[in-house]
Each structure stands twice: as C-alpha cells, then as structure tokens.
C-alpha cells in the first residue's frame, strides 16, 4: 500500500505558528526585569502574566474544542493566529499592569482554541502509524521558541524596550494568519460533539496521562518562568540571560531528532526519560544554584527535557482518544496549562515568601512526583501509555 505523501508545506506552516504561540506565551519570563521596571510592579507580578495567560488556556482549551468541533478546522487555525496578532498589540500599548493582564488573558483564550485545534488537525494531514512524527515537525516550533523567540525576544527587550518584542509578534501573527489561508481544508468532526467531555477523559489510560502532564509541568515552570531571577542569583548579568536561555533551546532543538525517533517506537521510555531529566535538573540547580556552571548546566538539561515532554505528552493524548482528537487535544492542553499556571503561582509565592533558592527545590519535588504518578500509572499495562512498540513503528 503506499503511503501518502508527506504534507510538509502544512506541518511547515503549523510549526510557524506553534512558534508565534509558545514565543508569546514565555517571552514574559525572559523581560521580567525590564517590565517589572517599566509597569511599576515587582517580577513576580510580571510572572503572573504567565499564569493568568495559561488560567485562560487551562479553563477554555477543552470546552472550546468540543463547542467548535463541527467548524472547518482551517477557519479556527486562521482565526487564532489573528487574535494572537491582536493580544500582541495590545502589549505594545499597555501603560498599565493592568491592560498588560487584559492583553494577556485574550491572548490566553486564544492559545487555548489553538492548541485545541491543533493536534487533531495535524493528525489527520497523514496516516495513522505516522501521528507521532507529524507531531514531532510540528512541535519544533516549540523548540525554536525556545531557543530563537524567547532569546531573540529578550535581547531585544534589554536593547531596545520590550514593547518592540510585542510589536515583532504582532507582525508575525498576521502574516501567519494571511497564509494559512493556503493550509488544506478539514472538515469538523461530529463523533465529538456526540461524545461528552466526560466520556473522553474517562477513556482508559487517559487520566493517567492527563495527571502526568499536569504535575510535571507544574514542577517545570515553577522553575522555568523565573529562570531570570534564578541565573541572576547564580551572577550572571540580565544581559547574559538570553544566551542562556538559546543554549537550553538548542539543547531542546537537538533532542528532537531523538524524540521523533522515539514517539512512535518508544513512548514510554521516552517520557520516563524526559521526566527524569527534568526532575535532575530541578534538583542540581537546588544543590549548587549559586553557581553559574552549575546554573547554566541545570537550564540546559531542562531544554533537554522540553525538547521530549510535550511531543510525547501530545502523541500519547492522541493515540489514547483517536476518534475524539479536538476534545482530547483540548484537554493535553488544559492540563498542560494548569502546569504552566500553578507553576508560575507556586514560584511567585515561593519567591516572595521564601527566597530564590527555594524555588527549584519546590519544582524538583513536583516534577519528581509527576514521575511517580507515570510509573504508578504504567503498572496498569494501559496501551495508551506507550508500553511497547507502537503499532507501524
């Protein structure tokens, strides 16, 4: 039988736009400083515009994708990358904190329609036994958020202002948005709309997936969103942050070679892996975080880890509820961003109540336990979870 051809142009033009969506929601952990001085607030309320984006993503991504499950699906994608255009704009003008919250919050909204619309559209650009690796070229536009967006976004927020970062974003938002109009059209699917989201998260295998995602990204922006802060603590300058950060995203960009190997062989050895980078990272940057080398290492290990959880994370949602791919794609992503949210609230409060240094020791603790729950969670034999070779591997 042969295989259809590979629809690079569109994996090509999704990537772009994860780019566009990841780059806007973390490019505020590497301004910190900067925005804290020009809005008048501490860094810590600065991280809070990361929280309060990924509380919108958290409570909308899931019911978004079930209320527009039957609407063309290029429509939706054109649709988001638009508002994403929008909520950038309205950073550039924000004198306030709290325009910037309300830029941020239509910004989370739409990160959550995007993300919910996402996956399932990828997956059915190929076949089946191909899922994994489409997902894998598509998420290099993480990857490259890391280690081009965030950077390049920080340095050009201490050069010039951090206002001329949103307005680049903007930019970017609406030249996406003009071409995807060029992207294949899919249909809607009407098998969710006849399932309820209970239902979906009730499929076998699919709590346990759902809990990992959640805890360990809770355990990894803890840390990650005050990265600044924590480099800052260990001597380096605000100026040398965003070449570190680019050193944690080639580190992730690297590994995913690997991971397009391993997501459709070896999910679940894949995830074990990459928890247990994150999880050693947390914890040898709370043993030697006052040292730059130190420092340095541990956020390159944890680019390391980035560059293998989302992927497999996503795959493992999409092989568990294959028929349900809008409502299960909104879900990774909720869960993802209740990580992202209480990560980044866990780590303001750690860093106004106790101190700097506290802070990836908390993360280490959660991430270690987002570890436990997925061996607990593989003692169930689930197939979901990614035990074996994955059919057509």
Not at 267 to 284: D, E, K, N, P, Y
Request: aromatic share 6%; hydrophobic share 55%.
């Amino acid at each position: 039988m042969t295989r259809q051809p590979w629809p690079l142009g569109s994996l090509l033009l999704l990537c772009a736009g994860i780019f566009l969506s990841v780059t806007t929601e973390l490019v505020p952990t590497g301004l910190l400083l900067s925005m804290s001085r020009d809005l008048s607030v501490s860094p810590a309320q600065i991280g809070l515009l990361v929280t309060g984006y990924a509380v919108m993503v958290a409570l909308f991504a899931a019911p978004l994708g079930t209320l527009t499950a039957r609407l063309p699906r290029r429509l939706l994608l054109t649709a988001a990358l638009a508002s994403y255009a929008v909520s950038n704009a309205v950073m550039i003008f924000a004198e306030t904190y709290s325009i910037a919250v309300v830029a941020r919050l239509i910004g989370g909204l739409t990160h959550g329609l995007f993300w919910a619309v996402l996956g399932g559209y990828a997956a059915r650009l190929v076949s089946p036994e191909r899922v994994g690796r489409a997902i894998t070229i598509v998420s290099s536009g993480g990857a490259a958020a890391v280690l081009i967006g965030v950077p390049a976004g920080t340095s050009i927020g201490v050069a010039v202002g951090w206002r001329y970062t949103f307005a680049g974003l903007a930019v970017l938002g609406v030249v996406l948005a003009l071409l995807a109009q060029r992207l294949p059209e899919v249909p809607g699917s009407t098998a969710a709309v006849r399932t309820s989201l209970l239902e979906v998260v009730r499929l076998p295998g699919f709590p346990a997936i759902v809990a990992t995602t959640a805890v360990t990204m809770l355990g990894a922006f803890t840390f990650s969103t005050y990265t600044a802060p924590l480099l800052a603590n260990a001597g380096l300058s605000e100026a040398q942050i965003a070449p570190v950060l680019m050193c944690s995203g080639l580190a992730g960009t690297l590994m995913l070679p690997v991971t397009g190997w391993l997501v459709d062989r070896w999910l679940r050895q894949g995830m074990l892996t990459g928890a247990a980078l994150m999880t050693g990272a947390l914890v040898l940057l709370s043993i030697g975080g006052r040292s730059a080398i130190v420092a340095i290492a541990a956020v390159t290990m944890s680019g390391l880890a980035m560059g293998l959880l989302p992927v497999l994370f996503q795959t493992a949602t999409l092989r568990t509820a294959p028929d349900h791919t809008e409502q299960a794609s909104g879900v990774n992503a909720s869960a993802f961003n209740v990580g992202i949210a209480g990560g980044a609230t866990i780590g303001a409060l750690t860093l106004d109540h106790v101190g700097i240094e506290a802070v990836p020791v908390v993360g280490a603790v959660l991430a270690a336990t987002g570890l436990i729950v997925y061996l607990t969670a593989g003692r169930t034999k689930q197939p979901a979870l990614g035990l074996g070779r994955a059919a057509g591997g």
